[in-house]
């Protein structure tokens, strides 16, 4: 996966693309405190059961891990606290209404810094079944023991 310049991803939904089938991603900006921003600096984050919900027609992350900053006293921010996420209207309308109708979710599928901003790749995905999970498991095995054949070649040779 290549990241264009001046791109530095803090952390990764890394059950995501296994547990949801992702449709369609977009890039949102994220409202946050000072604190956040300072502990997001040194990574610590953890977005593996977050997901965005929408209240009162707008957009927000809720259970995203943010660790609280250790130097901030009594300013500091509660790690799971629900963070308004940033869109235009139209791209919020469009939203509304696949999750609404079609039973798609919204899932975060990374963090990351982007010309100092912080940025959250947000998914539009439907849940996979479990037979699709154990089939994806089963390629992941069988491209893993080709490739493990393909290494042990290549030093016999």
Do not use: W
């Not at 949102?28 to 919900?53: C, F, P, T, W």
């Not at 799971?80 to 919204?106: A, D, I, M, W, Y």
């Not at 975060?108 to 037979?131: I, M, Q």
Request: aromatic share 8%; proline share 3%.
């Amino acid at each position: 996966m290549t990241t264009e310049p001046g791109i530095k991803i803090i952390c990764k939904n890394r059950k995501a693309r296994f547990n949801f089938e992702v449709e369609d991603t977009f890039e949102v900006g994220i409202s946050l405190m000072g604190s956040e921003v300072k502990s997001l600096r040194s990574g610590k984050a953890n977005l593996s059961d977050s997901y965005a919900k929408f209240r009162d027609g707008e957009l927000f992350l809720v259970d995203a891990h943010i660790s609280p900053y250790d130097q901030a006293s009594r300013e500091n921010h509660e790690p799971l606290r629900p963070r308004k996420l940033l869109l235009h209207k139209r791209e919020l309308k469009k939203l509304v209404g696949k999750v609404t109708e079609r039973g798609f979710s919204l899932i975060p599928l990374k963090l990351y810094f982007k010309r100092g901003k912080v940025k959250v790749e947000l998914a539009l995905a439907r849940g996979k079944k479990a037979y699709d999970k154990r089939e994806a498991i089963k390629k992941k095995d069988e491209r893993r023991e080709l490739e493990r054949m393909v290494k042990y070649r290549q030093r016999g040779m």
